[in-house]
């Protein structure tokens, strides 16, 4: 692991408010980003919430004006979090939004109101990725318990 850039984390600090918007199909179960972990859902209850992600009040350029006038300096976008859901078109998985009712881009559109207001933008991208067969099933797998392995 390389150290961090002093002028980088000098700058972050200084920016001090700034937005974070952890979203993806575990928004439609509205409990919480972990819910396919803490409640054990197996990919097949899982599904609905992939089935009906459509947001149609979607309106970044809102998200970004209220940001601005409340003083916020930066976004942080959730690209991907541990479920493996993309919020953009990605070649190398069907596990996007590509196969959402909704099938188009989020991160573009999001960036781009948010830099038009003059916020700094950044991403969130997790590595860990429940949807990909080859991914370990350790201990916070959601699958972890269903196969049998301790």
Same mark, same amino acid.
């Given at each position: 692991m390389t150290a961090a850039d002093?002028?980088?984390?000098? %700058?972050?600090?200084?920016?001090?408010?700034?937005?974070?918007?952890?979203?993806?199909?575990?928004?439609?179960?509205?409990?919480?980003?972990?819910?396919?972990?803490?409640?054990?859902?197996?990919? %097949?209850?899982?599904?609905?919430?992939?089935?009906?992600?459509?947001?149609?009040?979607?309106?970044?350029?809102?998200?970004?004006?209220?940001?601005?006038?409340?003083?916020?300096?930066?976004?942080?976008?959730?690209?991907?979090?541990?479920?493996?859901?993309?919020?953009?078109?990605?070649?190398l998985t069907d596990y996007s939004?590509?196969?959402?009712?909704?099938?188009?881009?989020?991160?573009?559109?999001?960036?781009?109101?948010?830099?038009? %207001?003059?916020?700094?933008?950044?991403?969130?991208?997790?590595?860990?990725?429940?949807?990909?067969?080859?991914?370990?099933?350790?201990?916070?797998?959601?699958?972890f318990e269903r196969d049998g392995? %301790?």
């Amino acid at each position: 692991m390389t150290a961090a850039d002093p002028a980088r984390l000098d %700058e972050f600090r200084r920016q001090r408010f700034g937005m974070f918007i952890h979203w993806g199909v575990y928004a439609l179960a509205a409990r919480h980003e972990w819910v396919r972990n803490r409640e054990r859902l197996s990919r %097949e209850e899982y599904q609905p919430y992939l089935d009906r992600f459509d947001p149609d009040l979607f309106d970044p350029s809102v998200w970004a004006r209220a940001a601005h006038d409340a003083g916020m300096r930066y976004l942080v976008l959730t690209t991907k979090h541990h479920d493996g859901f993309c919020l953009w078109d990605s070649e190398l998985t069907d596990y996007s939004v590509r196969s959402t009712p909704w099938g188009k881009d989020l991160v573009g559109p999001i960036t781009d109101a948010f830099r038009r %207001e003059g916020l700094g933008v950044g991403f969130y991208h997790s590595l860990l990725d429940w949807q990909q067969p080859d991914f370990p099933l350790d201990a916070l797998h959601p699958d972890f318990e269903r196969d049998g392995v %301790e």
